[in-house]
């Protein structure tokens, strides 16, 4: 199966194909009151409004940066998602990748993880369940 390949920070991570509508260049964002942390915004992507997430943040990997006029670094990544608009902040991304067969994730994994899968180019890729994500984020604002 094929997957978008990421990092945030040093490791890799991973989602289907499917599930991503595009990956794009962060544009300025503007925040949204009383919004849980890794909820950077909202942005402009030709005429339609993404909420945008901080991934590193959400995940306890890293804070969220900063939003302020300029954009912040990295790259956008719009999930499929029907008629809402959701785009995961991430470092860098790799590209897309055939991944193996996933194995369990070791140890007490984030919700959305559902395993780990290893790209013919080598390493490690932590893939992540788009649906699994949604509901991560719709937990953070219910403990608000």
Do not use: W
Not at 24 to 31: K, T
Not at 70 to 77: L, R
Not at 91 to 117: I, K, M, N, Y
Request: proline fraction near 8%; glycine fraction near 14%; hydrophobic fraction near 45%.
């Amino acid at each position: 199966m094929r997957h978008v390949i990421f990092r945030i920070g040093s490791e890799r991570y991973g989602l289907p194909l499917a599930a991503v509508r595009e990956v794009v260049e962060p544009a300025p964002m503007s925040r949204v009151p009383c919004s849980p942390e890794p909820v950077l915004g909202i942005m402009n992507l030709r005429g339609r409004v993404v909420t945008v997430v901080s991934l590193g943040a959400l995940m306890g990997i890293e804070p969220a940066p900063a939003v302020g006029e300029a954009a912040p670094a990295g790259k956008v990544v719009i999930l499929d998602r029907g008629r809402r608009d959701l785009g995961l902040l991430v470092g860098e991304v790799d590209g897309v990748h055939t991944l193996g067969d996933l194995v369990a994730a070791p140890g007490e994994a984030f919700s959305a993880v559902r395993g780990v899968g290893r790209p013919q180019t080598g390493g490690a890729v932590t893939v992540l369940e788009a649906e699994g994500l949604d509901r991560q984020i719709a937990a953070t604002f219910k403990g608000r």
